[in-house]
């Protein structure tokens, strides 16, 4: 037993203050145990994840919003070449829009590994400073018969 203090409760008698350890020990435990059950929770999120341009054809069945009709659509797109990324993807195959290829994704669809946000933007805009352009004249035949004269 482990006695954190004294503490005199209405009669007057000494207690040990041994709930307080208890009670912070209790919620160590429950932090422990919701850790571990996220690390669980990602490492199954990523094994659960299926590559577009290498899955099986019972693979990408096994996924949640692939149908027959979707399947072959998938499968038809990759053999003419592989999946760039996920707007390549959304382009080829046929039905799969932003919400579809959302929904995929987060059931565990990957394309070259990546989940839908994770592609780099194919153009980035890039900052550049702005320099000042010189004036021109506003009525430039006017500038050249000022000139000649």
Known sequence: MVYVGKAVN?????????????RQSRWSLVAAALMIGVLLLLASAGANAVEANRASASDLDAIKGIGPVMLERI?????QRPFANWSDFSNRVRGVGPTTAARLSANGLRVNGKALGQDAPTNPVRWQ?????????????????????
């Not at 499968?75 to 053999?79: E, G, L, T, W, Y």
């Open 10 to 22: 209405r009669r007057g008698l000494q207690r040990p203050l041994q709930w307080r350890v208890q």
């Open 75 to 79: 499968v038809a797109a990759r053999q």
């Open 129 to 149: 400073p702005m320099v000042p352009q010189p004036l021109e004249p506003v009525h430039p035949a006017s500038a050249a018969t000022k000139a000649q004269n």
